[in-house]
């Protein structure tokens, strides 16, 4: 927590905590939105979503005691420390850790206790919480930034927050309710139909493949359905946002704003692999690779090929398009 502390003083932006807690607002009315307007859903498993959508709380960038000194000394202390042994001391953490983990049985649980480190480049959603966590660590580039357009903005850590909020509605976490109860909640007909759509999702993925390894459509089906819904909810979440207006675009480049969303989203996954890597990966790693999570994900978007005018049925604007969320 101390190291979080001294991220939070001199590296994350003044108002960034504020800023995401408006953009994930955002998300959460969007995706209601598209809930009140999906088709497969029957109404009582709408309704129902919707409420679980409104009951997810969240938590962003750290936790407000680490802003508390005599906190931070109590934590500190409370580990012995190997002095010029700095492996012993990091072993000495991690004992500490497990010893706190092990208190913790039988006793109430803490929702809004963070589990993981807050520098920690990430964010998840915890579907026995019916919670999303949004790390300091991701809140930098090429995530976010405070001096960004919207377009920016929401392309990069807007699809972030979407892919989370989906991630309460894909093959696992649809499974818990509003309260993160593991329970039948949607109705057998509505069971029956999301069943149906998600099998496209695991046919379209099953087909990429990369230096001749297969993406295992099955294992990253859930990841799938996240990258899918994030990007169509935070998109409609920045279109509301900026509603009839029209924001300035780039100097000295030829892409309109919606163009421009849709590069932020591409240029999080932009990266670099190597065969052995990707033979590895592909064996256990829940997500697609970079390049297929954004090639998938927009190949299904109608707001892509329409913003981009692709023509029809070439690769990024199929006559089959998957659609869940």
Known sequence: MT???LYTDYVLAPGTKDNISEMVSQIKTAF?????????LDPVTKQRSIWKVGNISQMIAYPDEISDNNYLFNKSTSVAQASGQ??????NHVINGNTENLQKLGKPVVKTEWEIAPTVVNAYYEPLYNEFVFLEGILNSPFFDAGWPDYFKYGAFGVVA?????HGFDDQGQQYNQDGVLTPWWTNTSVAKFKNKTKCFVDQYSQYSMFGYHINGELTQGENIADNGGVKTAFQAYKNVIGTTTPPSLPSVDLNPDQLFFVAFGQVWCSLFS????????????HSPGPYRVIGALSNSEEFSSTFKCADNTRMNPSKKCDLW
């Open 275 to 286: 065969p052995q890597f990707i033979a590895s990966n592909l064996k256990t790693n829940p």
């Open 162 to 166: 979407g892919h989370e909020l989906t």
């Open 32 to 40: 209601q939105e598209r809930l009140s307007k999906n088709l497969f």
């Open 86 to 91: 700095y492996f012993m001391s990091a072993v």
């Open 3 to 5: 190291v979080s502390r």
